[in-house]
């Protein structure tokens, strides 16, 4: 399996992410989900194409506050 994060770094953000003054539970165990997901994964994002200035796009359009993007999840 091709990881596109390594065991030790992987353990590391979850290891921060426990250990950041979080308010939301909910919140933070999506994150770590998110990077154990990440750890877990075959690789395959390397297959995914984005034109140029898609990340740029993509990135903007996202809240930076934790319970906003809360409500893009649920």
Do not use: Y
């Amino acid at each position: 399996m091709g990881e596109i994060l390594d065991t030790e770094t992987a353990a590391k953000i979850i290891k921060h992410i426990r250990e950041g003054d979080q308010e939301s539970p909910h919140f933070q165990a999506t994150m770590i989900n998110f990077v154990w997901s990440l750890h877990r994964s075959d690789g395959g994002l390397d297959e995914v194409d984005l034109d140029d200035g898609e990340v740029d796009e993509i990135m903007a359009g996202l809240p930076t506050d934790p319970e906003q993007e809360l409500a893009f999840l649920d």
